[in-house]
Structures are given as C-alpha cells and as structure tokens.
C-alpha cells in the first residue's frame, strides 16, 4: 500500500511540476503547482508529518496560491509569447541538470547509507501536540522572529500596493 | 466484520441520504422562503411539491450539455469538478452519533475519524475557492471574472476570523479529531445545562459561534454575503456560463458547503449528537413527541380536509410519521435514532437559520463587505482569542 | 494483482524525488520569462526542500525536520505578498510580466 501511494503520487508530482515549467499560461502553471502540493501532502502523510501535511494544504495549497491564482486573474495577462530567446540555454541547461540529477542521486544513494525504508506509522511523532510542543519550547525564538517578518511582509506589501496619493 | 465491506456499506448510505438530502434542502428553502414572502412555493409536481427535486434533476441531467465557443475548455470543465468533489469529500469525516452496534457489528456512525479532523475540513473549504475563481475566469466573461475575483477575495479576507473563531473552541475542547470533541463536550453542569461548547467561558464562546456563523455566511456565498453571485449586478456571477450538470455541480457544492459548515458549527459548538438536556428529564422522548405531534396534525387535517385533495395525501403521510415516531420507542433502535435525531436536529435548525436569514436580510455592498471583516470581525476574533487562551491558562 | 518490484520504499527515494522536483523548478526559473511563473518556480523548489526536510525527520524520528518546513511555508507566505504586490506594481507601470522587457537597470 505504501509502495503504490508513492509512487502514483510521486509520479503526479513530477508530472505536475513538468507540467508547470512546459505551460505557457501560468494559470495552467499555477494549477499544477497546487498538484505538486498535493501530492507533496500525501508524501508527507505517508512520512507521519500529519500536521505539517495539513498546513501544506492549508497554507501553500489554499492560501499563497489562491493568492497567486488571484493576482493572475486581476491582471488577466495572456500567455507567454512563443519562442525560445536563448537557445543555447536549452541545449546546453536541460543536459546539465539531468547530469546533476544523476550525480545528486548517486550521491545520496552512496553517501546516506542504511537508509530505513518508509512504513506508514513508522514515526508518529509529527501529531499537531508534538509540533506546537516544539514550536513553543525550543524554537520559541525563531518563532517570534517568523511573526515579526510576517508583520512587516503585510506592511510592504499594503505600501507596494496602495493606489498612489496624490 | 471486514473492514472494506463495512466501509463500502457506510460509504453507500451515506452518500444515498446525503444526496437525497441536499436535493430536498432545495424544495425547503423554496418552501420557506415562499411562506417568509406570503407564497406557495412549489405544489404542481406531486403532493405539497414533494416531487419537485425529483423533476429538477431530471431537467438538469437531460439537458444539453453545451460548451461555449470562447472559453478555455480544461478549465471551464475541470472547475465544477473541483468544487463538488471537495465539497461532497467533507462528509467523510463528519461523526453522526456515538459508537453503536447494528446486526451484532459494532460501529462508529461515521467513515472515518481522522486525527486532524477539523484541519482537514478547512483545507477542502479553502482548497473550494479553485472551483469558483476558475470557473470565473476559464468563463472568459466579464461577470463571471468579476464574480470569480469576488469569491476568492471574500474567501481569502473570511477564513482568517474563521479560523481563529475555530481555534477558541479547540483551546478548551483540546482535540482536533472531530468524534474526540464530541465526546469532550459530554456531560452537564448542575444536571440540566449542557456542557457544549457555547455554554463554557460563558460570553466568550458565543462570540466566537457568531463569528464563526457570519464567516461561514460568507464562506459559502449566502445572503448577505453573495456578491460573487449577485443577479443583479452580475447576472449570475461565476456560473453564468454554465447550464445543465455543470450547473447542478456548482449548485450541489453550495448546498453541500452549507450542510459542511452546519455540521462544524453543531460538532464544535453545540456538542454535536449530545441532547440539550439529560435521558433522566425526559430528552429521549422529544423526538417520538414531535413525530407523533406532526401525524396528529396532519391525520386531523385529513380528516377535516380545507381541499379536496387533503383528504388523499394528508392521511398516509400522517401514518408514516406515526411509525417513525414509533421507531424511536423500540428499545433496540433507540441509541442510534436518538443521537441521530438530535445532531440532525441542530443541523437543520442552522439550515433554516441560512434559509431564514436569506428571506430577511439585503445584500451587503462590497466596500462594506471588506471593511466588515478586516475592521470589525478579525480584530474581535484575535481579541476573543487570546481571552479564552488567558481563561485556559488560568483554569489549568 | 502482479507482485510490485519493490516491496519498501528506501527513504533515499524521497530524497531523489526532492532533488527531481528543485531541479525542474531550477530549469523552470531559468527558462520561463514570464515573472509569475518565475515565481511559482521558486516556490516549487521550496516545496521540494521542505520534502528532505520532512523525509529526514523520519529518518531521525524527531519532529525537528517539520518546524523547519513549517518555518519555510510562514517565509514562503510572507515573501509571496510582497512577491505579488511588486508584481502588481511592475504591472502596473510597464504592461508587461516578460522579464526580459523589464531591464532599465541594465546598462
């Protein structure tokens, strides 16, 4: 069961993702990226991250991409014009990273060793109980930091986007 | 019993009610509204209209399905898919009564308990918002991209005082899993006042119901709330491209949200199946009361009828609700039907609540609509918030 | 139903899976030239850092690995509204979202 979750939803993942980057229009791009997030919350089910697998819903999937599927709909741009400015990119980028694709994994198959194999249950440990118990006690600070970003991101984003004052 | 099978079975009735109810729901609010407005309300199409729903789905499923020419097709299909499947997915976690025992196999009335229950709720609520703003923009119409921006900023500015009015509660219920509050909320204070969860910290909670009631208004594009589907300045907002099924899907997932956030509202705040005052006064008699109370009525007006045709409907209808009322009595039926009846019986009083609501109030304006929010529900909701966090920490 | 190939999932597949997916948004943030997407790039590569993050907290059963993705989405909200709004704004003065039309920087 756990072997067939991943893999269908890996494959989603990637096919989002790939998905993502061919489209023109990035409604279409945008669609696919909640895919990947998705799919992404599943994996992290199956790792026993049941609360952050809510809040990848919750906050990527329902909240930063509404966001930009809302920004795409205000202002109603159309495709991306065809054609390839740089040619070269392509020939020599796509190459290039399925090379580095195949170093990093040969990489982490030959440096991470003993790697345990994933079990539904195997870690209960992600529960929401035991997440806030972290965030409140250790990671107190960075916590309180992430707060302060969060206040001064919704203060530049309302000065970025007021109507100017004349 | 296997697993597979009795989920396979729970799945099959509870999809068969649940569909049978959201179609009835829609002859009730033509009913009531009706009556608010000094109507009839449907009665061509079998007794008292009762087959109304039945015709609705007939026309809707049988007409033709056609696709405008200007619109971006993979999305103005894949939209109505997308809000009634996460609609109708909510059910599954909704918990209907207690742990109960039916032909020897014991059981939850319920699909399945997750322990985020309530968490993942609000992922299908905010995850709604992609059926609505692509089936508004994929329209190529200028209403419907109108109504769609609507929607999803409405839905965006509303889930924040929603859910922080969720959290207050979860603070003092201390589980996310949605059957586990239930049970929290078991119990009375001095015998007789329900330990729900609008009855403890006692003013703070009932501002968090009212918050959470008028954010779920907004969530699911009631009045005064609908400005995404505002006929009158938008004709009909999102779906105004959309006829026959994909029709029906948009309108089965509004109705279907409404049912979601009754069912929230009942389990998180009014203790879902747990009566509103204990077995030893006399609660589990209310419902064969009720039943036998509406079959006197209607076996008095059929007998006595004012036209003619009562004379022929009113008397069956009374002898069923007279047997169902005698099968809350059977002792072997009583500790599923009564837990039952009463979590459908606060359910259906907060439907009625939208339908009655719906008939009364105007439409908000839009600039309204957002500084309600933002200036007035989220501050109080923070405020309401961090009360009740003082309140639990200083019980504890 | 025919046997699958592997009965277990190695935990270093989540790990490739999560290099697979930065690298597609790696090629997506430099061959798209339409600043939306640029952005949905990015946060592509963020998801699938938070994947590693999450699949190495199961293998040192701690819940650390999920605070740090946790941390990730609060930044990744933050840095998408002001993202956005300066998009907004670009919008606004140019009409345009390619980003090679946006260069009076360059000399």
Redesign the interface.
């Given at each position: 069961m756990d072997v067939i979750l991943f893999l269908v939803f890996s494959a989603i993942a990637v096919a989002c993702a790939l998905n993502l980057v061919v489209q023109r229009h990035p409604?279409?791009s945008a669609?696919s990226l909640?895919g990947v997030m998705a799919s992404l919350a599943i994996l992290y089910l199956l790792l026993g991250g049941?609360?952050i697998?809510?809040a990848q819903?919750?906050v990527y999937?329902?909240?930063i991409m509404?966001?930009f599927?809302?920004t795409?709909?205000?202002l109603?741009a159309g495709a991306e014009k065809r054609g390839v400015k740089r040619p070269w990119a392509v020939y020599l980028g796509i190459p290039l990273l399925t090379g580095l694709l195949g170093i990093i994994s040969f990489l982490v198959q030959g440096q991470v060793q003993g790697s345990p194999p994933v079990i539904l249950g195997g870690f209960t440990g992600g529960?929401?109980g035991d997440v806030g118990r972290a965030l409140f006690t250790r990671y107190v600070l960075p916590f309180e930091v992430v707060s302060v970003l969060v206040l001064i991101a919704i203060l530049g984003a309302m000065v970025l986007a007021r109507k100017e004052i004349e | 019993m296997n697993f597979f099978i009795l989920t396979l079975i729970k799945t099959g009735i509870l999809l068969f009610i649940f569909m049978t109810t959201l179609a009835y729901l829609q002859w009730i609010e033509r009913k009531v509204l009706a009556h608010i407005q000094l109507r009839m309300g449907p009665t061509r199409v079998g007794p008292f209209g009762l087959l109304q729903p039945l015709a609705d789905v007939i026309k809707l499923v049988t007409k033709e399905g056609m696709i405008p020419s200007h619109v971006n097709k993979?999305?103005y299909l894949?939209a109505p898919v997308i809000a009634v499947t996460l609609a109708l997915t909510s059910i599954s976690v909704i918990p209907f009564g207690p742990q109960v025992e039916i032909f020897g196999v014991t059981t939850y009335l319920q699909l399945t308990d997750l322990?985020?229950g309530i968490?993942?709720l609000?992922?299908l609520s905010?995850?709604g918002?992609?059926g609505i703003?692509?089936a508004?923009?994929s329209s190529n119409n200028k209403y419907a991209?109108l109504g769609?921006?609507r929607a999803?900023?409405q839905?965006?500015s509303y889930?924040l005082p929603m859910a922080l009015a969720i959290a207050a509660p979860l603070l003092l219920l201390n589980t996310?899993s949605l059957r586990e509050m239930v049970e929290a909320q078991q119990g009375y204070y001095f015998g007789f006042i329900p330990k729900w969860t609008v009855f403890q910290v006692l003013p703070l909670q009932v501002v968090s119901f009212i918050i959470y009631m008028i954010s779920g208004f907004a969530e699911t594009n009631r009045i005064p709330f609908d400005l995404p589907e505002a006929e009158n300045e938008l004709v009909a907002g999102f779906h105004t491209e959309y006829a026959s099924m994909k029709f029906a899907s948009f309108f089965m997932a509004e109705y279907a949200n409404m049912t979601t956030i009754s069912f929230i509202a009942v389990l998180l705040f009014l203790g879902g199946w747990h009566p509103l005052w204990p077995a030893e006064y006399g609660s589990d008699y209310v419902a064969p009361l009720i039943f036998f109370f509406g079959a006197a009525i209607l076996l008095f007006h059929g007998l006595n009828p004012a036209r003619p045709k009562d004379k022929l409907f009113m008397p069956p209808f009374g002898i069923v609700f007279a047997l169902v009322g005698v099968l809350f009595l059977i002792p072997a039926l009583k500790p599923i039907l009564i837990p039952i009846f009463w979590f459908t019986g606060k359910v259906g009083a907060i439907l009625f609540l939208y339908i009655w609501i719906r008939g009364t109030l105007p439409r908000f304006r839009y600039d309204q609509l957002m500084n309600f929010t933002w200036k007035y529900l989220f501050p109080v909701s923070v405020v309401n918030l961090m009360l009740t966090g003082l309140v639990v920490a200083l019980m504890s | 139903m025919p046997p699958l190939p592997v009965s277990q999932i190695p935990l270093n597949w989540y790990l490739i899976l999560s290099a697979t997916l930065f690298l597609i948004g790696v090629a997506g943030f430099i061959y798209r030239r339409n600043i939306i997407t640029i952005f949905m790039c990015i946060e592509l590569m963020l998801n699938a850092v938070n994947l590693s993050f999450v699949a190495l907290s199961y293998q040192w059963k701690q819940v650390d690995g999920h605070i740090f993705s946790f941390f990730v989405m609060v930044v990744a909200a933050a840095e998408a509204a002001v993202g956005l709004a300066i998009i907004l704004t670009v919008f606004k003065n140019r009409q345009t979202l390619e980003v090679d039309e946006i260069s009076s920087l360059r000399n």
């Open positions: 409604i279409s669609i909640v049941e609360f697998a809510m819903m919750i999937a329902g909240a509404v966001l599927v809302f795409i709909m205000l109603n529960a929401a | 993979v999305f894949l322990s985020m968490l993942f609000l992922a905010t995850l918002t992609y703003a692509l508004g923009w991209l769609g921006l999803s900023a839905l965006i889930e996310l | -």
